[in-house]
T-cell receptor, first 113, second 113 residues
Framework: DTAVSQTPKYLVTQMGNDKSIKCEQN?????MYWYKQDSKKFLKIMFS???????INETVPNRFSPKSPDKAHLNLHINSLELGDSAVYFC????????????FGPGTRLTVT | GENVEQHPSTLSVQEGDSAVIKCTYS??????FPWYKQELGKRPQLIID?????GEKKDQRIAVTLNKTAKHFSLHITETQPEDSAVYFC????????????FGSGTRLSIRP
C-alpha cells in the first residue's frame, strides 16, 4: 500500500555505466517529478511529467532521460554516469487540482565510483 | 527565474523553546508556499503550507506567516520536542497551478535535551 515507491533503494556503479531508476505511484496523481538531492541536502527539480507529457525540464545534462510509460510510472535513465551524479534521487507525485502537496518516494541513493 | 533563500542553515534550540526559520522569494507571482520536513535518511514530507491569499496559518505547534509585500515567509515551531530535529525546507511555487516548486537550501534543526 506504499503511495510512491522507487527501485532500487541503493545503486552503486562505476563511471561510464548506464543505469535506470524506477518510480511508481498508486495515488491516482497526474503529475510526477524527479528531484536530485546532493550531499549538502539541496533539493533540485529535474523533470516533471503531467499525464505522460513532459512539462518541466530543468538544465539537466542530456545524459538524463526520463520516461513515463503511463501516468502512474516515471522512470529515470542515466547514460555515461559521472562522479558528480552521485546523489539521492527522489521521485514525487501530486494531483493537479485542490491540494498541491507533493508526495515523495523513499529515494534512491546513487553512488558512482 | 524564481530563487528562494532560507536562513539559518543550522539552528540549535533548547527543548521547549521556539524555533523560527525564515525564507525570502524573488518572484512576486509565487502563490503557494509549502514547508517540508526531512528526517535523517527519510523522504521529505509536507508539514504545513500557505497560499498567497492568507497571511498566517497554524497547525498545533507549527505556524507559518507570509508577508507578500516583503516577499518573506517564516516557519514557527513552539514548545520544541526531540522529534522536531530534522532538516526543514521552505519552497515557493511557480506557475498557475503551482506545478513547479523551488526549494530553499534547508535548515538543520537540532533540539537540545
Amino acid at each position: 500500500d506504499t503511495a510512491v515507491s522507487q527501485t532500487p533503494k541503493y545503486l552503486v556503479t562505476q563511471m561510464g555505466n548506464d543505469k535506470s531508476i524506477k518510480c511508481e505511484q498508486n495515488l491516482g496523481h497526474d503529475t510526477m517529478y524527479w528531484y536530485k538531492q546532493d550531499s549538502k541536502k539541496f533539493l533540485k527539480i529535474m523533470f516533471s511529467y503531467n499525464n505522460k507529457e513532459l512539462i518541466i525540464n530543468e538544465t539537466v545534462p542530456n545524459r538524463f532521460s526520463p520516461k513515463s510509460p503511463d501516468k502512474a510510472h516515471l522512470n529515470l535513465h542515466i547514460n555515461s554516469l559521472e562522479l558528480g551524479d552521485s546523489a539521492v534521487y527522489f521521485c514525487a507525485s501530486r494531483q493537479n487540482s485542490g491540494a498541491y502537496e507533493q508526495y515523495f518516494g523513499p529515494g534512491t541513493r546513487l553512488t558512482v565510483t | 527565474g524564481e530563487n528562494v533563500e532560507q536562513h539559518p542553515s543550522t539552528l540549535s534550540v533548547q527543548e521547549g523553546d521556539s524555533a523560527v526559520i525564515k525564507c525570502t522569494y524573488s518572484d512576486s507571482a509565487s502563490n503557494y508556499f509549502p514547508w517540508y520536513k526531512q528526517e535523517l535518511g527519510k523522504r521529505p514530507q509536507l508539514i504545513i503550507d500557505i497560499r498567497s491569499n492568507v497571511g498566517e496559518k497554524k497547525d498545533q505547534r507549527i505556524a507559518v506567516t507570509l508577508n507578500k509585500t516583503a516577499k518573506h515567509f517564516s516557519l514557527h515551531i513552539t514548545e520544541t520536542q526531540p522529534e522536531d530535529s530534522a532538516v526543514y525546507f521552505c519552497a515557493a511555487s511557480m506557475g498557475s497551478s503551482a506545478s513547479k516548486i523551488i526549494f530553499g537550501s534547508g535548515t538543520r534543526l537540532s533540539i537540545r535535551p
